[in-house]
């Protein structure tokens, strides 16, 4: 079956500094999301990318597609303290009914 | 203000025991999903349901049944053949059942044994 691998596990960074988290697919995606979810809380979406080599901007936040739609990342630029939290990938391949969730990059932000 | 509740927010379970989780929405969604989450293995998926009265196994499913008696409702039984249930229930919809939409998600569920 699909196998999402998302690295790495843990990150620590100082206020400031820049973050990235990669996301990897053993298999050809039809999408991939990516989705926020704040110590205590839920997931929450934050942006789908569907075109190979897609780039999407949120503010700080950049998001790539790869070229083979296989593998995907995201980028914090300048980290503040609001971004903590845990950042999943969740891939989908063309005709699938679910989705499959890497197991997340869990971000902590010294201040 | 539409979106997903589950409840309750904190559930005990004593050994030998089924208990039910509630997870209702208001989106007017087709499509909804159950997860468990364990820490540091992200989200898996136990069952989903496309439309009423339809339901398919996920990755987890064993010791889990659901049911889908009206769109707005996606109940989760943890039942006694599930020996660790331990762990933080989601309860997710999406306006279709297909991989290309976004998930929703409800404040999850905590599950714990006595």
Known sequence: GQQVMQIPQYQHVQEGEDFTTYCNSSTTLSNIQWYKQRPGGHPVFLIQLVKSGEVKKQKRLTFQFGEAKKNSSLHITATQTTDVGTYFCAGGGAGSYQLTFGKGTKLSVIP | ?114
């Not at chain 2, 005990?12 to 468990?36: I, P």
Request: hydrophobic letters at 30%.
């Open chain 2, 1 to 114: 203000d539409g979106g997903i509740t589950q409840s309750p927010k904190y559930l005990f379970r004593k050994e030998g025991q089924n208990v039910t989780l509630s997870c209702e929405q208001n989106l007017n969604h087709d499509a909804m999903y159950w997860y468990r989450q364990d820490p540091g293995q992200g989200l898996r998926l136990i069952y989903y349901s496309q439309i009423v009265n339809d339901f398919q196994k996920g990755d987890i499913a064993e010791g889990y049944s659901v049911s889908r008696e009206k769109k707005e409702s996606f109940p989760l039984t943890v039942t006694s053949a599930q020996k660790n249930p331990t762990a933080f229930y989601l309860c997710a919809s999406s306006i279709f059942a297909t991989s290309n939409q976004p998930q929703h998600f409800g404040d999850g569920t905590r599950l714990s044994i006595l």
